[in-house]
């Protein structure tokens, strides 16, 4: 349901080999859209598609040029909630209060949605993944009011870790999000996120594959951590909501999008 992939180093990096052999790699099963953010000395490059990765022609023009940046978060779709529609592919960008601008992409399903049931804030399509990220700017904004001015560090952090904490109590909660400073990676499914060095910092993804200088270590699952230009900055606490695949469950889904 869905995969993920994150880069953050220290220096800008043109990142084409590694963007390039996800999207063709991990496509053929996720088909129902493809993502991309791209962060370089405070610009960003946000660009998705409801189309199969593989088959797009827009991606490919893309990936011609030079993709430089030093925190990426790429994302291919397997549809479990909304139907195949720009609105629905992932990552959402949203911006707070203070101004900050958050993007997200996650892999797993909501089941058990009163939290995001109840934000106000309107989406613009019809995923729970985009309702997470509402709910997200919902409490920064009611923490900002709250302290009267913008969240530091710790307190952005905070404010996510106490939403997972709860949200990821029988949900599958595999997420990657970036507020213009810190990436924050969370995952609660077994054998479903990894890590390896890269260059001057990180890559991250739900999947291992075997691609030139990448050496996989499974990620500290049911724990935050948020990384810098890099660098672990922060680690939350572990808690423990491990979410378990159901077969049943999985087919369900598998034959009510298998057409879309």
């Not at 800008?12 to 063709?24: I, P």
């Not at 890269?198 to 991250?204: T, V």
Request: hydrophobic share 35%; glycine share 6%; proline share 3%.
């Amino acid at each position: 349901m869905c995969e993920l992939l994150a880069i953050t180093t220290k220096n800008n990096t043109k990142l084409n080999d590694h963007l390039d052999y996800f999207y063709k790699e991990r496509s053929d099963f996720n088909r129902h859209g493809w993502g991309i953010f791209v962060f370089n000395n405070g610009s960003t490059f946000v660009d998705k598609e409801p189309i199969k990765a593989v088959e797009s022609e827009h991606l490919q023009e893309v990936l011609d040029e030079d993709i430089i940046g030093n925190n990426v978060i790429a994302h291919v779709r397997f549809a479990t909630t909304g139907l195949r529609e720009y609105n629905n592919c992932h990552p959402y960008q949203y911006k707070d209060e203070s101004g900050r601008v958050w993007t997200l992409a996650h892999n797993g399903t909501i089941f058990h949605t009163d939290m995001i049931d109840e934000v106000t804030l309107e989406p613009k399509g019809d995923t729970d993944s985009e309702k997470v990220i509402l709910l997200i700017i919902e409490s920064m904004n009611k923490k900002i009011e709250e302290l009267g001015r913008p969240l530091k560090e710790e307190e952005r952090f905070e404010v996510i870790e106490n939403i997972i904490k709860d949200l990821s109590r029988d949900n599958k909660l595999n997420l990657m999000i970036y507020d213009g400073e810190l990436l924050y990676v969370h995952a609660n499914v077994d054998d479903q996120m990894f890590i390896s060095p890269f260059r001057d910092g990180y890559i991250l993804g739900s999947r291992e594959y075997d691609y030139n200088d990448v050496k996989w270590e499974p990620f500290p699952k049911r724990k935050l951590i948020a990384f810098k230009d890099g660098e672990i900055v922060l680690e939350g606490s572990e808690h423990q909501n491990t979410y378990v695949e159901d077969p049943e469950v999985f087919r369900y889904y598998y034959l009510k999008y298998a057409n879309l």
